[in-house]
């Protein structure tokens, strides 16, 4: 198992978008590299709306992942996803194992070929992290009518998904 942080705006409709990814065992929301230790909802610190996403790489391998995260954000967009704005909207991947690093870097130099603007997404090590109050955690699930910046059809499309076995070969 392996562990990941994707930060792309309000963090319910990416916990549950992600959630719903095969291979995806565990998902939680937090507030992830702000300028302080800690961070509560709101108080400014500088931290990001992240979610911490728990996979079984075997099953969805990380490029398999980013591809993914990427199709339910606007990569271009500085600090803000749909109606959210502010610098806790802004889009970031953070790794807690530095072998995840060239993987990532790669990633992002191939969606910028892809983009006629500069993407947003900033990407490093998880400096901080802080899980969210509880009743932030899996919110979409206890409110299903609750705002989402992601196209509905999405979700079913993450949960659908299954990594192409020429482009992601299994682990050996």
């Known amino acids: 198992m392996k562990t990941v942080y994707f930060a792309g705006g309000c963090f319910w409709g990416i916990e549950k978008y992600l959630g719903m990814i095969h291979g995806v065992t565990d998902t ?25 996403v728990d996979y079984d790489p075997s099953v969805a391998p990380l490029p398999f992942l980013l591809g993914l995260f ?14 959210d704005v502010g610098t806790e909207y802004r889009s970031g991947i953070y790794f807690t194992d530095p072998i995840d690093r060239p993987v990532i870097e790669a990633s992002l130099a191939g969606l910028q070929t892809r983009c006629d603007k500069p993407i947003a997404i900033e990407a490093g090590p998880l400096k901080t992290y802080t899980r ?11 409110n299903p ?6 196209l509905l059809g999405l979700f079913s499309q993450a949960a659908s998904a299954v990594p192409d076995p020429s482009e992601f070969p299994p682990a050996k």
């Open 70 to 83: 990427y199709e339910a954000i606007d990569p271009t967009s500085i600090d803000q996803q749909g109606n």
């Open 28 to 52: 939680e929301v937090g507030y992830a590299n702000g300028a302080s230790d800690s961070a509560t909802y709101g108080d400014g610190s500088g931290h990001a709306e992240t979610v911490r």
């Open 145 to 150: 009518g609750g705002y989402c910046h992601i």
């Open 132 to 142: 969210a109050e509880d009743y932030h955690q899996k919110y979409l699930e206890k």
